[in-house]
């Protein structure tokens, strides 16, 4: 499984961005797909995700009410609505996808490349 993420930038706090992943395929091996982010001198960490099978989402406590998560079944795309952006959600995030639902970096099973969201203050 390919993972091809777009999307991010820059944005004064406040502001808006939006993130989009495409996977080349999807199987029972990325029914689950997500995003984690990683800013300087941090460790890499859970940011949200989603099960293609039920549309349950995940979201970890600093992004809730303030990010979405979404799926496109039919272009196999996963998209990240970033809202009421803080500085500290400046980092790169990576759109990841796993077998089963998971938050530890060290268990997802494919990445994509990472983008880089930063938000000014």
């Known amino acids: 499984v390919q993972l091809q993420a777009s999307g991010g930038g820059l944005v004064q706090a406040g502001g808006s961005l939006r993130l989009s992943c495409a996977a080349s395929?999807?199987?029972?091996?990325?029914?689950?797909m997500g995003w984690f982010r990683q800013a300087p001198g941090k460790e890499r960490e859970f940011v949200t995700g989603i099960a293609w099978s039920s549309g349950n989402s995940l979201y970890a406590d600093s992004v809730k009410g303030r990010f979405t998560i979404s799926r496109d079944n039919a272009n196999n795309t996963v998209c990240l609505q970033m809202n009421s952006l803080k500085p500290e959600d400046t980092a790169v995030y990576y759109c990841?996808?796993?077998?089963?639902?998971?938050?530890?970096?060290?268990?997802?099973?494919?990445w994509g490349k990472g983008t880089q969201v930063t938000v000014s203050s």
């Open positions: 990841t996808a796993s077998a089963e639902v998971l938050t530890s970096p060290s268990a997802m099973r494919f």
């Open positions: 395929t999807r199987t029972f091996s990325n029914n689950f």
